[in-house]
């Protein structure tokens, strides 16, 4: 099992940046992939970007296309999204998760860890 622990929500103008990062512990050695999904109120959950935990391979939505990147520290064993040019349509809970199945997966049902989530906010 994997443990996820997100942070960097917060407040921010449309236009804006915000960075998340989410720390991964436990069996890294057996992931294979980590995620970012977002879930806005009365809304599903919805995939954001991924990318394999041992190579910069990526996949995002086309909504977050441009704008959002995402990346690995390997000292650190954290994944961080980078979200620039906030807009009011990215208001959501962001989450993060692992897989260690062998694949890239842009569905919840394909990450079996989850993090807490955080709280990100773009205003108008």
């Known amino acids: 099992q994997v443990q996820l622990v997100e942070s960097g929500g917060g407040l921010v103008q449309a236009g804006g940046s915000l960075r998340l990062s989410c720390a991964a512990s436990?069996?890294?050695?057996?992931?294979?992939?980590m995620g970012w999904f977002r879930q806005a109120p009365g809304k599903e959950r919805e995939f954001v970007a991924a990318?394999?935990?041992?190579?910069?391979?990526?996949r995002y939505a086309d909504s977050v296309k441009g704008r959002f990147t995402i990346s690995r520290d390997n000292a650190k064993n954290t994944v961080y999204l980078q979200m620039n040019s906030l807009k009011p349509e990215d208001t959501a809970v962001y989450y993060c998760?692992?897989?260690?199945?062998?694949?890239?997966?842009?569905?919840?049902?394909?990450?079996?860890?989850w993090g807490q989530g955080t709280q990100v906010t773009v205003s108008s």
């Open positions: 998760a692992a897989t260690g199945r062998l694949n890239i997966a842009t569905t919840a049902r394909g990450y079996d860890s």
């Open positions: 990318r394999r935990w041992s190579e910069p391979i990526t």
């Open positions: 436990g069996r890294t050695s057996s992931t294979y992939a």
